[in-house]
C-alpha cells in the first residue's frame, strides 16, 4: 500500500492500515539511512482514541450525530410548517368566501332614521326627520368631480380589486393590538362599511369588510360603486351625500360643482367637523387647504387635469352655512348643543373612537333626546333678549349695531342642569352658538376665581397679611406688579386710569380694579390660579401663567362662566352644566355622568366670594340695572360685570339662591366675523356689562327665579354680612373722554362701570395672543394628516 493509500484508510478507520510487504521493506531501507518516525506510533494511538470518543458522542447524540433541537427544528420541517399554514390561511378565507354574501339591503344605519328632541317636561321641542340626503345619479356629477374623489381617496380605484390587503392587515394588527381605527381602506371598503356594516373596530367586521368588497368589486361596475360612495358619506353641516353637501357648502345642486369646489367636498371626507370652513380653526383651515391642493395635484398625476389648468384654480371659499329646516329660532342652538355632548360622551364611554365618528352616530338617527330646558324659562331668556337688546339696536341708524351679538345661559347650581340658552337672534340668520363659543374673553368675570384662589389656598400679600375681604390693597393705575419686591413688567391701568389708593379686596371688586387683581393674582401665583380655574370649569389646559391672564384675557363662553359662577352658588362643589337630562335609543346606551362633582373650592372660600359679589350688585357696577331694578322683589343676588378690551366683548354673570346667568355680547363683524369694537353700539360710547348684559340678565332673572330665598353661607367676610366702604376716587384726570349715554338710558351710564380690562391687556382674539387657548374640532382628537388618504378622524 502506498502513502497516499495509507492515508486515506487512516481518514476512514481512525487509524493506520496493515503494511504491505513492500513498504516494510521500503521502511527497513529507510530507517538504514536516516531516522524514520513510525505511522502506528504513539500520533496513531491518540487518533484512535479521538475517534472512539466520537462514536461514543453520536451514539448519545443519536444514529445522524445531530440534536435533539437539531432535529427538531430542521429546513424541512420549517418549510412544510410555513406552506402548511399558509394553504390552512388560504383554507380559511375560501370558507370564509364561501360563507359571506353580499347583504341585500343597507344597514340599519343607513336607512337613516329621525332624533327626536324634547324639553324637559317631556314635550315635544323637534325632530329632525326630514334626513338632510339627496341620491343622485353619477351622471348628474360632474366627470373631473367625480375624480376629485377617487384622486382624494383611492387613486388606484379603477384598477384594483376593491381590497388594499396591506392597509387591511394594518387595520386588522391595529383593531387586535387595541390601537383603534386606522385608515388604508379603499374606496369599495369604505362604501361597504357605510352602507352594508358597520363602524364597530373589530377583526370580524374587518374580515366581512374585505369580503364583501372583493364579491362587490366583482359583480358591480365601478360607477356603481364610486356613487354609493359619494351618496352615502357624510360632509358635515348635516349634509349626507354629495346633494346635500353641494347644497350646504356652495348653495348649488351637484352638477353645477366646479372641479376646485368638487376638491374642496373630497378634501372633507377626511375631517368634516375639523375642515368645515366656517368652523375650523386657522390650524384647520391651513390642513384643508393643504389636502385640496393634495388632491387636485393627484389629478395632474393620473393626467385627470391639465397642469396649466390646475396651476390656475383656486381656493373656492364655502358659504355660510345654512340651517337644516325646523331649526330656526332657538331650537337649532339648543339641538346643536346637545348633539354636541350626546357626541363627547360617545366617546368618553368608549363607544367611538373619535368626535367625527360619535357624530356620525348621532348624525344616523333613531335617538331620543331629552333637554334640560325649561320652556317657561327659556321663553323668558328670549324675551329678555329682544326687550333689553336687539329692539334698541338700529343697524341702519348705527353700522355697529349689525355687529353685536349676544349669547347666554341659564344654570341650576344645584342639579347642573341648563334650563334655559340663548345662542343669537336666530340660527338661520347665525350659525353660530353665542352661547358656547369660547373665542372672546371674559375679562372681569375672571376677577372672582382669583380671589377663590387666595382664600382657599391661604395665600398671602408681598407683605405677608392674610388676603381677605378686608385686605387693603394699592389701587393705583399702572402700578407696577411686584413679585417679592421684584417688578414683573406688568402695570394694568384702571378704566379711565382712575386712582382709588389703599382700598379693600371688596371695594376693588364692586368697583372692578384691574390694578388690585393684578397684584393678587401674583400673590396667590398665577400657577394656583389658573389650577383653581380649571377646576371650577374654565378651560386652561394651553395657559401660560402669566400676569396679564388676571385681566381675564383667555376665551370662555357663557356656558362656561355659568358652571364656574354655578360651583360658587353650590359651596365650592363643582358643577359641570348639562343639557341633557336622558338619551333613548334601540340599539345604544348612554350613561351620563353626574354634572355634580366633588369639593373643588373649600366652602368658605366659595361662600366668601359669593358674599364679596353682593357688594358688585348693591354698591358696584351692576347697581343701576340690578340692585335698582323694580322686579328685583327682595330677591338675593351676586355677580361680576366685565367689559374686556377695545369693546369687543361686555359680560354679566349672576346667580340667586336657586339660578346662575351667564349673558355675553360679542362685537363680531357681520361682514367677515372678525371681532370687532363694540363703542356706539346702542347709542352709547361704550358697551359696558353693567348696561346691557345686565339688563338682560335681571329682566331674565327677575322673572324666573324664586323668590325669599337667602344664601346659605358659611363666612363672616365680605358685603353679606359686613357693610362695604366705598372711597372716593383721586381726580386723576382721564384721558379717556366720560361716557355719556347718547340716549336716554340710565342704567347704562357708563360712569358707574369701571372698565375690566387695561388698554395694555393682550389681543383681544384667543387665537393671536401666546396667552391664549389655540382652537382645534371636536371633541379631543389631534389633527390628522391632509396630506396622507388613510388618516381619517
Not at 502506498?2 to 503494511?19: C, F, H, I, K, L
Amino acid at each position: 500500500m502506498g502513502r497516499a493509500e495509507d492515508r486515506r484508510a487512516r481518514q476512514r478507520g481512525g487509524r493506520r492500515a496493515a503494511p504491505t510487504p513492500s513498504s516494510t521493506a521500503s521502511i527497513s531501507t529507510a530507517s538504514a539511512e536516516e531516522p524514520v518516525t513510525v505511522v502506528g506510533g504513539r500520533a496513531a494511538a491518540r487518533r484512535a482514541a479521538q475517534g472512539k470518543g466520537r462514536a461514543r458522542g453520536k451514539a448519545k447524540a443519536g444514529k445522524d450525530g445531530r440534536s435533539f433541537i437539531r432535529r427538531l427544528f430542521t429546513w424541512k420541517k420549517i418549510v412544510g410548517t410555513f406552506f402548511g399554514l399558509c394553504l390552512l390561511g388560504m383554507g380559511a378565507f375560501v370558507a370564509l368566501y364561501m360563507m359571506i354574501s353580499i347583504p341585500k339591503g343597507g344597514n340599519s344605519d343607513a336607512t337613516l332614521q329621525s332624533n327626536v328632541y324634547k324639553y324637559g317636561d317631556g314635550s315635544l321641542l323637534t325632530r329632525d326627520g326630514r334626513r338632510n340626503r339627496e341620491i343622485v345619479d353619477l351622471s348628474k356629477v360632474p366627470k373631473p368631480v367625480q375624480h376629485t374623489f377617487v384622486a382624494a381617496e383611492n387613486k388606484t380605484f379603477y384598477k384594483d380589486n376593491g381590497v388594499d390587503l396591506k392597509g387591511t392587515a394594518r387595520g386588522l394588527l391595529n383593531t387586535l393590538s387595541g390601537k383603534g381605527a386606522q385608515g388604508g381602506s379603499t374606496i369599495t371598503q369604505q362604501y361597504v362599511k357605510n352602507y352594508y356594516l358597520t363602524q364597530n373596530q373589530t377583526v370580524t367586521r374587518k374580515l366581512k369588510e374585505l369580503v364583501i368588497s372583493l364579491k362587490l368589486d366583482r359583480t358591480k361596475s365601478k360607477d356603481y360603486i364610486l356613487a354609493g360612495y359619494i351618496n352615502t358619506s357624510y360632509y358635515g353641516r348635516g349634509a349626507y351625500g354629495i346633494q346635500a353637501a353641494a347644497q350646504a357648502y356652495y348653495h348649488v345642486d351637484a352638477q353645477k360643482l366646479t372641479v376646485q369646489q368638487g376638491a374642496y367636498l373630497a378634501a372633507l371626507l377626511q375631517a368634516p367637523n375639523q375642515y368645515d370652513w366656517a368652523i375650523a380653526s386657522p390650524t384647520g383651515k391651513k390642513m384643508v387647504q393643504a389636502r385640496w391642493n393634495y388632491v387636485l395635484d393627484n389629478m395632474v398625476e393620473e393626467n385627470w387635469l391639465d397642469k396649466t389648468k390646475r396651476e390656475a384654480l383656486t381656493f373656492p371659499t364655502p358659504k355660510e352655512p345654512k340651517a337644516a329646516p325646523g331649526m330656526d329660532g332657538q331650537t337649532g342652538y339648543l339641538v346643536d348643543a346637545a348633539n354636541n355632548q350626546l357626541a363627547k360622551q360617545l366617546v368618553s364611554q368608549g363607544t367611538s373612537d373619535n368626535f367625527n365618528d360619535a357624530m356620525n352616530l348621532v348624525k344616523a338617527g333613531g335617538w331620543t333626546i331629552t333637554l334640560n330646558i325649561d320652556k317657561k324659562k327659556q321663553a323668558e331668556l328670549e324675551k329678555a333678549a329682544k326687550s333689553q337688546l336687539t329692539s334698541k339696536l338700529d343697524p341702519k341708524k348705527r353700522s355697529v349695531d349689525a355687529d353685536v351679538q349676544a349669547g347666554g345661559a341659564s344654570v341650576n347650581p344645584k342639579t347642573g342642569a341648563v334650563v334655559a340658552m340663548y345662542g343669537g337672534k336666530s340660527y338661520y340668520q347665525h350659525f353660530r352658538n353665542n352661547a358656547t363659543r369660547t373665542d372672546y374673553q371674559p375679562a372681569s368675570t375672571f376677577k372672582p376665581v382669583i380671589l377663590a384662589a387666595a382664600l382657599d389656598e391661604d395665600a398671602k400679600t408681598q407683605s405677608g397679611k392674610p388676603i381677605t375681604a378686608n385686605t387693603v390693597y394699592d389701587g393705583t393705575s399702572k402700578r407696577q406688579v411686584l413679585d417679592n419686591g421684584t417688578k414683573v413688567g406688568f402695570a394694568p391701568e384702571n378704566e379711565d386710569d382712575q386712582n382709588y389708593g389703599n382700598i379693600t379686596v371688596q371695594t376693588a371688586m364692586n368697583k372692578s380694579v384691574n390694578s388690585v387683581f393684578a397684584q393678587m393674582g401674583v400673590d396667590v401665583g398665577m400657577d394656583k390660579v389658573l389650577k383653581v380655574a380649571s377646576q371650577m370649569g374654565m378651560d386652561t389646559a394651553n395657559l401660560r401663567s402669566v400676569p396679564a391672564q388676571t385681566l381675564g384675557t383667555m376665551g370662555a363662553s357663557p356656558l362656561q362662566m355659568a358652571g364656574v359662577y354655578a360651583t360658587l352658588d353650590n359651596h365650592g362643589r363643582q358643577v359641570t352644566p348639562t343639557i341633557i337630562k336622558s338619551v333613548e335609543n334601540s340599539r345604544r346606551s348612554v350613561t351620563l355622568p353626574n354634572p355634580i362633582g366633588g369639593q373643588v373650592v373649600s366652602r368658605e372660600a366659595a361662600d366668601s366670594v359669593t358674599s364679596v359679589l353682593t357688594g358688585v350688585v348693591d354698591d358696584g357696577t351692576a347697581k343701576v340695572s340690578v340692585r335698582d331694578n323694580s322686579h328685583r322683589d327682595g330677591r338675593k343676588v351676586a355677580g361680576k360685570t366685565g367689559t374686556s378690551d377695545e369693546n369687543r366683548s361686555a359680560w354679566f354673570t349672576g346667580y340667586t339662591p336657586d339660578l346662575v346667568t351667564s349673558v355675553g355680547l360679542f362685537g363680531e363683524s357681520k361682514k367677515n366675523g372678525a371681532q370687532v369694537s363694540m363703542y356706539k353700539a346702542g347709542g352709547f360710547d361704550r358697551v359696558n356689562g353693567g348696561g346691557f348684559p345686565a339688563q338682560i340678565w335681571a329682566t331674565y332673572t327677575f322673572g324666573v327665579s324664586a323668590t325669599g330665598l337667602t344664601f346659605d353661607l358659611n363666612t363672616t367676610q365680605g358685603a353679606a354680612v359686613q357693610p362695604t366702604y366705598t372711597p372716593t376716587p383721586s381726580p386723576t384726570p382721564s384721558p379717556t373722554p366720560s361716557q355719556t349715554p347718547t340716549s336716554a338710558s340710565p342704567s347704562q351710564t357708563p360712569s358707574k362701570s369701571p372698565s375690566q380690562t387695561p388698554s395694555q391687556s393682550p389681543s383681544q382674539t384667543p387665537t393671536q395672543s401666546p396667552t391664549g387657548p389655540t382652537p382645534t374640532p371636536t371633541d379631543g382628537q389631534g389633527p390628522v394628516d391632509p396630506l396622507n388618504p388613510n388618516d381619517r378622524q
